[in-house]
């Protein structure tokens, strides 16, 4: 019997490979997009159906588009409002303005994770110090933390720091447990070929840690998100999404709340993907 | 100091006792092979010597630690450092240059730039003694050089380490080895002994 040896991935010829790719990203959000438009008609089927007997054609192509949108608005609805927000300096400098604040607040909590990691590794006593510290933070809702922090800090800060806060602990957990986990056969080598403590640092270390820093960072964006957006809804700094957020639920504008969620999703899955492009630069330094 | 001296060493982990009082003399001169069976306690005995491995009581009278170049038993090899920085790594930043010399001297010319992933089992065995050879100093304690290494390799390195001039005290079961060493000692243990 003669058996092929050659993996299916190598099989594939170029064009057919790149042409699942394709087929592969768009009809998952494309299942979803249908089904987001079954529902909003589903919602406003009362419109279509006074639409349809009254034989307005474009009553009923208005009704399929928008559906109940004070309810549930359809994707054509939401993009429409977000083409016309994308003509507007508001959206752009709103968005902007929320990246910098949550994005230097995920920098902050993400150093700071490290940092106090790296404190509790060398230094026991300071994680029995710590922890207790990093579990309240880690429990503690968001909106208490929001409510407090607008008593403490600038409205501007607020969404900054909240952010920040809900990375620390996920970095720190990551990180520490990297650190514990680092190969002690490759500690102990790095005493017998005289590495000082830089070098075990930066050649046995930080390597070993990369993938938990890593994972942990990609876990804190998504939360420095979802925190530092409820942060600019409840303390509404001048320019920021959230504050648009806020105003869409007081003047009942649900394709505008879409349309600046769309905008916070897109920015979370690009930086995500910055992010993810450059743990994977560096991890291909290890030879995977 | 021509002479590696030790002196009623006695280690035990737990119930387990791998040294009870044992004291073995041996010349700092030329290539030292240590045989015994696998689980006798050579391991421990070589980590005594390279100060890796605290005990209850012994004297060990030669080279002091940061003067003796390890190989330890596993090749313990940097999953993210290529086969070059594994050498660079190691030696001094006025002689990285010598790392081609290195790699030449284990055989390992023409992978430079490769990462341990893509080695062969026998060629990241050669790169981790390149290592300890690279590392230098006032003996050589090298844990089964030669495990996963062909045969007619072994002779070739072999010659080439022992025209470095360094002393070697080398711990292997392999033949070859033992019949190109200068100087035999057979163990057996646990308790390690030398057998007369």
Same mark, same amino acid.
């Given at each position: 019997?003669?058996?092929?040896?050659?993996?299916?991935?190598?099989?594939?010829?170029?064009?057919?490979?790149?042409?699942?790719?394709?087929?592969?990203?768009?009809?998952?959000?494309?299942?979803?997009?249908?089904?987001?438009?079954?529902?909003?008609?589903?919602?406003?089927?009362?419109?279509?159906?006074?639409?349809?007997?009254?034989?307005?054609?474009?009553?009923?192509?208005?009704?399929?588009?928008?559906?109940?949108? !004070? =309810?549930?608005?359809?994707?054509? *609805? %939401?993009?429409?409002?977000? /083409?016309? @927000?994308? #003509?507007? &300096?508001?959206? $752009?400098?709103?968005?902007?303005?929320?990246?910098?604040?949550?994005?230097?607040?995920?920098?902050?909590?993400?150093?700071?994770?490290?940092?106090?990691?790296?404190?509790?590794?060398?230094?026991?006593?300071?994680?029995?110090?710590?922890?207790?510290?990093?579990?309240?933070?880690?429990?503690?809702?968001?909106?208490?933390?929001?409510?407090?922090? !607008? =008593?403490?800090?600038?409205?501007? *800060? %607020?969404?900054?720091?909240? /952010?920040? @806060?809900? #990375?620390? &602990?996920?970095? $720190?957990?990551?990180?520490?447990?990297?650190?514990?986990?680092?190969?002690?056969?490759?500690?102990?080598?790095?005493?017998?070929?005289?590495?000082?403590?830089?070098?075990?640092?930066?050649?046995?270390?930080?390597?070993?840690?990369?993938?938990?820093?890593?994972?942990?960072?990609?876990?804190?964006?998504?939360?420095?998100?979802?925190?530092?957006?409820?942060?600019?809804?409840?303390?509404?700094?001048?320019?920021?999404?959230?504050?648009?957020?806020?105003?869409?639920?007081?003047?009942?504008?649900?394709?505008?709340?879409?349309?600046?969620?769309?905008?916070?999703?897109?920015?979370?899955?690009?930086?995500?993907?910055?992010?993810?492009?450059?743990?994977?630069?560096?991890?291909?330094?290890?030879?995977? | 100091?021509?002479?590696?001296?030790?002196?009623?060493?006695?280690?035990?982990?737990?119930?387990?006792?791998?040294?009870?009082?044992?004291?073995?003399?041996?010349?700092?001169?030329?290539?030292?092979?240590?045989?015994?069976?696998?689980?006798?306690?050579?391991?421990?005995?070589?980590?005594?010597?390279?100060?890796?491995?605290?005990?209850?009581?012994?004297?060990?009278?030669?080279?002091?630690?940061?003067?003796?170049?390890?190989?330890?038993?596993?090749?313990?090899?940097?999953?993210?450092?290529?086969?070059?920085?594994?050498?660079?790594?190691?030696?001094?930043?006025?002689?990285?240059?010598?790392?081609?010399?290195?790699?030449?001297?284990?055989?390992?010319?023409?992978?430079?730039?490769?990462?341990?992933?893509?080695?062969?089992?026998?060629?990241?065995?050669?790169?981790?003694?390149?290592?300890?050879?690279?590392?230098?100093?006032?003996?050589?304690?090298?844990?089964?050089?030669?495990?996963?290494?062909?045969?007619?390799?072994?002779?070739?390195?072999?010659?080439?380490?022992?025209?470095?001039?360094?002393?070697?005290?080398?711990?292997?079961?392999?033949?070859?080895?033992?019949?190109?060493?200068?100087?035999?000692?057979?163990?057996?243990?646990?308790?390690?002994?030398?057998?007369?």
């Amino acid at each position: 019997m003669t058996r092929s040896i050659t993996s299916p991935d190598n099989q594939k010829t170029p064009g057919r490979s790149m042409g699942r790719d394709i087929l592969r990203a768009v009809i998952p959000p494309a299942f979803w997009l249908g089904v987001w438009q079954l529902a909003a008609m589903w919602v406003g089927r009362k419109a279509i159906a006074a639409a349809w007997a009254a034989g307005d054609s474009a009553a009923l192509v208005k009704a399929v588009i928008e559906g109940k949108a !004070l =309810l549930l608005p359809g994707p054509l *609805l %939401v993009l429409r409002t977000l /083409a016309e @927000l994308a #003509v507007t &300096p508001l959206l $752009w400098q709103s968005a902007a303005l929320s990246l910098a604040r949550i994005f230097s607040g995920f920098l902050g909590g993400a150093v700071l994770g490290g940092l106090l990691a790296a404190a509790c590794a060398a230094f026991r006593p300071a994680r029995l110090l710590l922890s207790p510290a990093v579990g309240v933070i880690r429990a503690t809702p968001v909106a208490s933390f929001i409510i407090l922090l !607008l =008593l403490w800090v600038t409205t501007g *800060l %607020v969404p900054a720091v909240c /952010a920040g @806060l809900m #990375v620390l &602990p996920v970095v $720190w957990g990551n990180m520490y447990k990297g650190i514990i986990q680092t190969d002690p056969l490759l500690l102990e080598g790095a005493r017998t070929w005289r590495f000082g403590r830089w070098k075990t640092l930066r050649l046995v270390y930080l390597p070993s840690v990369l993938p938990y820093f890593a994972s942990g960072c990609s876990t804190g964006l998504g939360l420095a998100w979802k925190a530092g957006v409820a942060a600019e809804v409840l303390c509404v700094p001048k320019l920021a999404i959230g504050s648009q957020v806020y105003y869409s639920k007081l003047y009942l504008e649900t394709p505008s709340l879409f349309a600046w969620t769309i905008t916070v999703l897109a920015l979370s899955f690009l930086l995500d993907r910055i992010f993810g492009a450059l743990f994977r630069r560096m991890e291909r330094g290890r030879g995977a | 100091m021509n002479e590696l001296r030790i002196t009623g060493a006695a280690v035990r982990f737990g119930d387990k006792i791998v040294l009870d009082n044992f004291s073995l003399t041996l010349p700092l001169e030329g290539i030292t092979a240590l045989s015994a069976p696998s689980g006798s306690g050579k391991t421990t005995l070589m980590r005594v010597i390279a100060g890796l491995q605290s005990g209850e009581s012994g004297t060990v009278d030669g080279p002091a630690p940061r003067d003796i170049a390890v190989l330890f038993q596993e090749d313990r090899l940097l999953p993210w450092r290529t086969v070059e920085e594994h050498i660079t790594d190691v030696l001094p930043s006025r002689r990285r240059q010598e790392a081609e010399h290195w790699l030449a001297l284990a055989e390992l010319t023409g992978e430079e730039k490769s990462f341990p992933a893509s080695l062969s089992g026998g060629m990241c065995r050669r790169l981790a003694l390149a290592r300890t050879l690279a590392l230098g100093g006032a003996l050589y304690l090298l844990d089964e050089p030669f495990n996963g290494v062909d045969p007619p390799r072994i002779g070739r390195i072999l010659s080439r380490i022992r025209e470095l001039g360094v002393p070697v005290l080398l711990a292997s079961h392999d033949r070859e080895v033992l019949d190109l060493a200068d100087r035999v000692i057979v163990l057996e243990g646990p308790p390690l002994r030398v057998v007369p």
